[in-house]
């Protein structure tokens, strides 16, 4: 790739787990230059010193916007402040790359999408999973399995120490299936092709320690228009079993394909940020079998030992973002694909709430 003459000046609007990913990978990238890290806690401190310790901080986005006048702006706060942080943004002349979900409403999330059409700015939502080699390999194979697809996916987080006050603090406005769940419903939606039709949905509020409209326990179940279903579920907290906390499934007429993540799924692991996009290898199961009802072929194992790690993918997050920025690329089925995966999950959360199922 040839050396981009212009360098993106970013500014790092939240310094926790993926801000500080992201910012890591601003300082290390060719292309990329960090003008300021914001926070309102002690987080962006923390994040210079291991920079370098170098980068001038703020504690109030606003006026960090027009200290810095960045370039481009990331965005790795709550999910209540997504909306707001990034119209301002856009209405300031940036490119915006954002951490999923995009907003904290679906409403919300169509603001954001319009604000970037109506200034023209790029707008790149941190759906990781589809820069991982081993998850595009994962919906790639599933394609072999025939339909329809029975989709099984859960990540339950026995989150404690420091991951419990992250938790804590994302359930004062979205619940686990929907904060987590984006990521699986899209990857269902890849492996389908297909419009989902309706959902079911139950939660359980286990603690005292969270809003009493929220739940930190939830399971979801989709049904699309190929007959294809599937389920998430996923739980945040310190009473959260760790037995079978990561189940990455998918099966069809022909067979079934799974994630087989040895260390990802060890105990203890379940609320490491850093294992959950881990893979290990790929499980690919033959369904035929012969007059005897043996089965004609071996389940062949694929290994994905060689795969990047969780800051190798940020580095790929964000070079895509530098290439939309650089060669303009039209990024609206992206952006319409994060918003249909967020909508399923907020009818998902209708139906906890109710009690009912949600027709889409």
């Known amino acids: 790739m040839m050396k981009l003459s212009k360098t993106i000046r970013m500014l790092v609007v939240g310094c926790g787990n993926m801000g500080a990913s992201h910012a890591q990978a601003y300082h290390s990238l060719d292309g990329f230059e960090i003008c300021g890290l914001v926070s309102t806690g002690t987080s962006k401190e923390r994040l210079n010193e291991a920079l370098g310790g170098n980068y001038p901080l703020f504690s109030n986005y606003e006026e960090a916007l027009v200290a810095t006048n960045p370039d481009a702006v990331c965005i790795s706060t709550y999910p209540d402040t997504h909306e707001q942080f990034a ?17 904290d409403t679906v409403e919300g999330a169509k603001r954001v999408a319009e604000a970037a059409r109506r ?36 990540l339950n987080q026995q989150s404690h120490g420091r991951m419990w006050d992250v938790h804590r603090n994302l359930m004062k406005s979205l619940s686990p299936i929907v904060d987590c769940g984006v990521h699986y419903i899209d990857v269902m939606c890849q492996m389908t092709k297909s419009k989902p ?8 509020r286990l603690t005292d320690d969270i809003p009493a409209d ?3 326990y939830g399971q979801l179940q989709i049904r699309f228009e190929d007959g294809s279903v599937g389920w998430y579920e996923a739980g945040w907290g310190p009473m959260i079993s760790e037995t079978a ?20 799924g060890a105990t203890g692991n379940s609320d490491n940020v850093s294992a959950h996009t881990k893979t290990e290898s790929l499980r690919l199961h033959h369904a035929e079998i012969d007059g005897n009802n043996t089965f004609v072929k071996p389940d062949e ?26 060669s303009d690329l039209d990024l609206d089925e992206l952006t319409q694909h994060a918003i249909s995966s967020l909508e399923i999950a907020f009818a998902c959360d209708e139906s906890v709430k109710t009690g009912q199922p949600v027709y889409l």
Not at 87 to 102: R, S, T, W, Y
Not at 197 to 204: E, M, P, S, T, W
Request: hydrophobic residues 45%; aromatic residues 12%.
């Open 87 to 103: 119209i301002m943004a856009f209405d300031h002349g940036c490119h915006v790359f954002i951490e999923k979900p995009l907003a």
């Open 119 to 154: 200034t023209g700015k790029k707008l790149v939502i941190g759906y990781i999973l589809r820069y991982h080699p081993s998850w595009q390999h994962f919906v790639e194979l599933s394609g072999q399995l025939g339909k329809p697809l029975v989709m099984r996916m859960n």
């Open 197 to 204: 039709v309706q959902v079911n949905a139950i939660g359980a």
């Open 214 to 216: 929220n739940y930190n």
């Open 245 to 264: 906390f990561f189940v990455k499934d998918v099966f069809g007429p022909k067979g079934s394909l799974s994630i087989v993540a040895r260390d990802a």
């Open 301 to 326: 194992w694929i290994d994905l030992t060689d795969e990047p790690d969780h800051q190798e993918l940020c580095n790929r997050e964000q070079r895509f973002f530098l290439e939309a920025i650089h």
